[in-house]
C-alpha cells in the first residue's frame, strides 16, 4: 500500500508600509571634464514612508517554511526637500521557524529589479538594475490574516549617476539608491 504526504501550500495576497532611507546624495564640481573630489558635497538621506503590494505562496513543513514572494515596492527618501522615488520589483525567498503558534520568524535573500527612480523629474543612470538584499523579521498568523514586521537591505553596491546632459563644467550629481526598509505588512490568506 502506498501512501502520499498532503502538500501544506498556503498563498495570498500583501500589503503594508515601508519605512525607507536610501544611501548618499553627492555633487561633485567638475572643470574640464576633471570632477574635484575635494570639494563635493555630500547630502546624507532622510526617511519617508511608501508602500508595497504583492503576491505570496508559503510551503509549510510543521514548524518551518518556505515563502517566496513577489511585491512592487515604491520607496522614498528626502535630500534637502528634494524627493527621491524609487519603484522595484522584489523577490524575496523567506525561510521561517515557527515559534509558537502563532509567532514566527524568518530569514532570506531577495533579488530586487530597480525599474524606475526620479529625483525631481531627473532620472539617474544606475550601474545596476538588479541587486541583492537580505530580510529578517516576525510575523504573526491569526485565522486567514498575517502580520508582518521585516527589516529589509540591499547588500548590493550601486551608483546612479545624472545622464541628462555631459558634465564639462558644473556639478556631477551621483546617488546611491541602496535601500534600508523597516516594512509592516499584512497578508490575507486566499486558501
Known amino acids: 500500500m502506498v501512501t502520499y504526504a498532503q502538500l501544506d501550500l498556503d498563498y495570498g495576497i500583501k500589503a503594508g508600509f515601508n519605512y525607507n532611507t536610501n544611501g548618499k546624495f553627492t555633487s561633485t564640481p567638475v572643470f574640464v571634464f576633471e570632477p574635484n573630489e575635494n570639494n563635493q558635497t555630500i547630502i546624507n538621506a532622510e526617511s519617508k514612508i511608501g508602500y508595497q503590494l504583492g503576491v505570496f505562496t508559503q510551503l509549510n513543513f510543521d514548524l518551518l517554511y518556505i515563502r517566496p514572494e513577489f511585491l512592487y515596492s515604491k520607496t522614498k527618501s528626502t535630500y ?30 531577495s533579488i530586487h529589479y530597480l525599474y524606475e527612480n526620479d529625483l525631481n523629474n531627473k532620472s539617474f543612470e544606475l550601474e545596476k538594475d538588479i541587486v541583492y538584499g537580505i530580510n529578517f523579521g516576525v510575523s504573526a498568523q491569526v485565522s486567514k490574516f498575517g502580520f508582518d514586521l521585516r527589516y529589509s537591505s540591499n547588500i548590493s553596491k550601486n551608483t546612479g549617476i545624472d545622464s541628462s546632459d555631459t558634465v564639462v563644467d558644473g556639478p556631477l550629481y551621483t546617488i546611491d539608491p541602496k535601500s534600508k526598509q523597516l516594512i509592516l505588512s499584512v497578508a490575507f490568506q486566499l486558501n
Not at 82 to 96: E, N, Q, R
Open 80 to 109: 534637502d526637500n528634494s524627493d527621491f522615488k524609487l519603484a522595484t520589483l522584489d523577490v524575496p525567498i523567506l525561510f521561517g521557524y515557527k515559534i509558537l503558534s502563532p509567532i514566527s520568524i524568518y530569514l532570506g535573500p
